[in-house]
């Protein structure tokens, strides 16, 4: 996340954003609800130091800013959920996919409602224009989740799969 959000310090330019990955995987990966704080801290800590110090805009830090923390909990929720789900089978795919939609679907419904119609930067906030831009930005954000999603999947499948080889064990049942 450090790498990735933008405007500060260390941003790669071509490289998308993975705070909703970071999110969606500490659900998976981390248990304890410490860790959903820690990151909430830590993106603050990023978006200030980009604004304060960075030269970054002000003009996501709005009355909507509260609402990342809904939105970045849908994700840790949906990853926490399928943790519970998960096993190494094929089968496992469904679970994730369904819970990588849903977490992001209310991620995306939290974070871009929340600035569309309690920002103060959009003169007339309708239903009609806030489904206009869900259908504009979500496609960008999801392929940037799914991106980092993969390849945290493929890393697990390669780990597993190097581990119970190295062991002799049989890798599926």
Request: glycine share 10%; net charge positive.
């Amino acid at each position: 996340m450090v790498i990735t959000r933008g405007h500060h310090f260390a941003s790669l330019h071509d490289l998308p954003g993975a705070s909703w990955a970071i999110f969606f995987l500490a659900g998976v990966y981390l248990r304890s609800a410490w860790a959903l704080a820690g990151l909430f801290a830590l993106t603050w800590l990023l978006d200030f130091s980009a604004y304060a110090w960075g030269g970054g805009s002000r003009f996501c830090f709005s009355p909507a800013y509260v609402f990342l923390l809904p939105a970045y909990s849908a994700l840790w929720l949906a990853g926490h959920w399928y943790a519970r789900q998960y096993q190494f089978e094929w089968r496992t795919l469904l679970p994730l996919v369904i819970s990588v939609l849903l977490g992001a679907f209310a991620c995306e419904v939290f974070s871009s409602g929340g600035f569309y119609f309690f920002s103060g930067r959009f003169a007339e906030p309708t239903l009609a224009e806030f489904g206009v831009r869900l259908l504009r930005y979500f496609p960008g954000y999801l392929q940037s989740l799914a991106f980092y999603v993969g390849i945290a999947a493929m890393i697990q499948g390669l780990f597993l799969v190097t581990r119970h080889s190295r062991v002799g064990g049989n890798l599926i049942g």
